[in-house]
């Protein structure tokens, strides 16, 4: 059974920095690009990153580019979100999720719980 | 980039209604197109991928259509479960942009 849990989530005031883990079982990893996604309090779904299965190719949404940062590893089953100079309007639910297809083009299949990010001061 | 607009932003059906969302694309994305729903405080569930195939387990009620730049959600007979939010989503290139969400409730 596929599990993903991410991790990480805290309140951090604005300007801070934070990583984001996801730690994912019961699928082969690395044959799969995997996404983050993200969903203020109340508000709609919003892409964030995506990397492929093997880490040479990541993608970001303008809202994040320079600032946020993806990353895996493989060996450890590992997705990361490295985010910096953090402002309010990142506050969220951060939700890491897996391609449904491991040619990178799919929807998202499966999806973990959620890590809450809270930019506050 | 391409923008993805839904229609409506929330709409009121009775049970055993037919209902429709539709999902249309600034630019054409061939079929490279999802359908989520996500139930109030829960994660988001990948209905429909390739904008017409059922992902596995999902009721045969929905069904997805469309290709190019406008693309339906169709809920054949609605059911009090289908009670939720309902997303679009392109993935034909990045950014993987979603629709703002359509709101489906119970007359």
């Known amino acids: 059974e596929v599990h993903l849990v991410e991790s990480g989530g805290v309140v951090v005031q604005p300007g801070g920095s934070l990583r984001l883990s996801c730690a994912a079982s019961?699928?082969?990893?690395?044959?799969?690009?995997m996404h983050w996604v993200r969903q203020a309090p109340g508000k709609g779904l919003e892409w964030v990153s995506l990397?492929?299965?093997?880490?040479?190719?990541?993608y970001s949404a303008d809202s994040v580019k320079g600032r946020f940062t993806i990353s895996r590893d493989n060996s450890k089953n590992s997705l990361y979100l490295q985010m910096n100079s953090l402002r309010a309007e990142d506050t969220a639910f951060y939700y890491c999720?897996?391609?449904?297809?491991?040619?990178?083009?799919?929807?998202?299949?499966?999806w973990g719980q959620g890590t809450l990010v809270t930019v506050s001061s | 980039d391409i923008q993805m607009t839904q229609s409506p932003s929330s709409l009121s059906a009775s049970v055993g209604d037919r209902v429709t969302i539709t999902c249309r694309a600034s630019?054409?994305?061939?079929?490279?197109l999802a359908w989520y729903q996500q139930k109030p405080g829960k994660i988001p569930n990948l209905l429909i991928y390739?904008?017409?195939t059922l992902q596995s387990g999902v009721p045969s009620r929905f069904s997805g259509s469309g290709s190019g730049t406008d693309f339906t959600l169709t809920i054949s007979s609605l059911q009090p479960e289908d009670v939720a939010t309902y997303y679009c989503?392109?993935?034909?290139?990045?950014?993987?942009?979603f629709g703002q969400g359509t709101k489906v409730e119970i007359k």
């Open positions: 999720a897996k391609d449904k297809s491991n040619s990178g083009w799919g929807g998202l299949d499966y």
């Open positions: 019961g699928f082969t990893f690395d044959d799969y690009t």
């Open positions: 990397i492929s299965w093997d880490g040479d190719s990541t």
């Open positions: 630019q054409g994305i061939s079929n490279y």
């Open positions: 390739a904008a017409s």
């Open positions: 989503q392109k993935y034909n290139s990045a950014p993987r942009t």
